[in-house]
């Protein structure tokens, strides 16, 4: 077998075999660690890459582990859903992890540097195991093994607050990981299978079964604690809000698009669409609950005064529209819904990463001291607001074109009164966006930071070269822009993503 | 009606434990006993598992020579490493409550919550 056949599971045991080595190159060399960090997460993103070229060539592949055949042995599936949240996925864990340096040196003790790296290697692990396997119990396996490393890292918040949001988030996602584990032991009760494809043709004869009723209720409770939809998302706000720069920007980049991905698994490949439509009226509760989401995560985001707060707020509100994609299901909106998962991953990504750079280099997260920084970061608060603009969606952002899909779909299915619904929630987050972006442009500094290079720990020129008196170093600087430009760019040239994500829109519509 | 009840007292008793665990989890004050419902919670997912492999009449699946039946061994090892993850969780929140009883002073919610609005008095 050549190296590309096996490039499934490499995606897999790289950053697993970096997370155990990390520690020991901690001993050799602590600044090591994040170089090693960076090359191994830019490894996971080019295997994803290529994953992405096999699949648009010869379509699903079907990796065996040990050799045993699927129905019997895990087997690992990328098709043109799961390639399309690994390469977003393996992405943003790229991204961060080249503006992780400066911003963990800040925020975390020395010595807990290499541990640090470590656990978000273990994070990227689980994030992509749980995106490629196609067993569902190794499912369940790497959901906890992305909550367990999710659970330290915020834990490693430089506030007190951290340990408690950390703590409280432990409860409810152990909660949600063991609803998961009841509803794989009730299907496997009825079907003997754990794998996934399998299930999809099994189960569609037992529908009227209380077992699979049974089951089907503990996933989707258990998957919407997991991806904050909007009554079961308490434990959010607070762990966004006091975990690390980096940590905020990673988990809301990524984890619950994950955790939206495997419940468009449960909904379209476990289970079928006639299953979620005709036995029981879930889409309805989920629309319900999905539009609820939207309008309440924006209004809770008005009335925030902390800026990671307000982010992670409005994180709830964008999950509500890619649940709400889900459970319009036809193309239009399910295409909607899939690109958003990459879309918002770009626009909170660069928003928090530019909350990064701003605590990193004054140490605020209070909006009202977001006073004049427009004129001190010239370049991040230009980042800011392209983030910003993609989060209203305005035209030529990336927030647009989901926002379009979406509006499409709920146009198509009958449900025009869902379009009112995501108007309102694009003027709330105007309203909220506004205000920072009016803190960051039309007030004048009242506080004159002191900030020199020579305070944060470098000297200018080596490594990070200032580009204006506050602006933070190249390495934080990059990636932030990147992102906000790529939201730019995927706004303007969207016909790819689009490709890709109405091709696996099909996928799970069953029309191949 | 008593067939369903006796029949499959374990399913019952399954349900009974998980929602005691479930209840310890939510409504505890003290966060080591949150833990221990914790622990309650997960170890009565395993009971449901171990007792979907009996098979009535069936033996240890390692009795290769003598016995016809054999028990589904699949679930076991599907809990072997549901008992991994229970064992680990558990382990980050002692972990975690460690830490928040050295930064609090305190393992009682109610405590945590007088402190934190006390610090944020003085700010």
Redesign the interface.
Known sequence: MTLTEHLPILIIIVPLFAAILMPLTGVVNRSLCWYFTVLVTFVVFLIAISLVCNVMEVGRISYRLGGWEPPWGIEYVVDSLSVFVLLVVSFIAFAVAVYARRSVEAEIPAGKVPLFYSVYMLFITGLMGVTITGDI?NLY?FL?ITS?SI??LI?MGPN??A??A??NY??LG??A??FV??GV?YL??VTGTLNIADLGVLLPKLYGSSAVLTAFAFFTVGLSLKLALFPLHIWLPNAYSYAPSVVSAVVAATATKVGAYVLLRILFTVFSVDFDLSVVPVTYILIFFASLAIIMGSVLALSQTNIKRMLAYSSIGQVGYIVLGAALTNELALTGSIIHIFNHALMKGSLFLVVGIVVYKTGVTDISEFKGLGRKMPITMAAFTLGALSMIGAPLTVGFVSKWYLALGAIDAGMWFLVPVILISSILTAVYFWRVVEKIYFYKPDTVYEVEPVDSGFEPGTDGCIVSRLEAPVTMLVPTVVLSILCIVFGIAATLPVEIASRAARLLLGGG | MIETILGKYNYWIYIALMMIGFYAMVAKENLIKKIIGMSVFQTAVFLFYVSMAKVTGGTAPIEMHHAKLYDNPLPHTLMLTGIVVSVSTTAVALALIIRIYKAYGSIEEDRILDVEKESSGFE
Do not use: D, K, P, Q
Request: glycine share 8%; no cysteine; charged share 10%.
């Open positions: 119990f396996v906890e367990l659970y330290t834990a007190r607050r340990l408690i950390s703590f432990l409860i152990t909660i990981g063991t584990l009841i032991g496997y009760m």
